[in-house]
């Protein structure tokens, strides 16, 4: 690390308005930038890995895997992001109706090598609510 701060990097070049971005950083440097974008059928999750040793960003990968026509949530903190080394978790609420009543909680994680499938963790008749995630050496 040099103490100073980077020139700006554009992460994705969609032409869609990017909502609900996330981003956490380890001790070393690493980072992962998460956010919530039109992918022109309905809003879908996107992230990318920031290799602190190399100083490079990968490019955005779509992680939600949903082929649902409902969308994710774009609304502030609906999206949480952690990271620690080469493995990193996204949590965001995914809308189950149409109405946009209710709101399922998913995650993906990043193994080092690849985005696992995204997993629904919470699915009850009630909004699942202020997520969090962690992740652990």
Known sequence: ???SWSAEVTL?????TA???????DAGGNAIAAWVQSDG???SVYAARFDGAAGTWSAPALIDGSTATFPVNTAT??????ISGARAA???QH???TT???YDLYVARFNGTSWAAAELVEASASNAAQPSVAIDN
């Open 19 to 25: 909502s609900a971005p996330s981003l956490s950083v």
């Open 95 to 97: 809308n189950v109706a």
């Open 41 to 43: 059928t309905a809003n």
């Open 1 to 3: 690390a040099t103490n």
């Open 90 to 92: 996204v949590a965001w």
């Open 100 to 102: 946009g009543s209710v």
């Open 12 to 16: 994705d070049t969609r032409t869609s």
């Open 77 to 82: 903190n609906s999206l949480v992001t952690s």
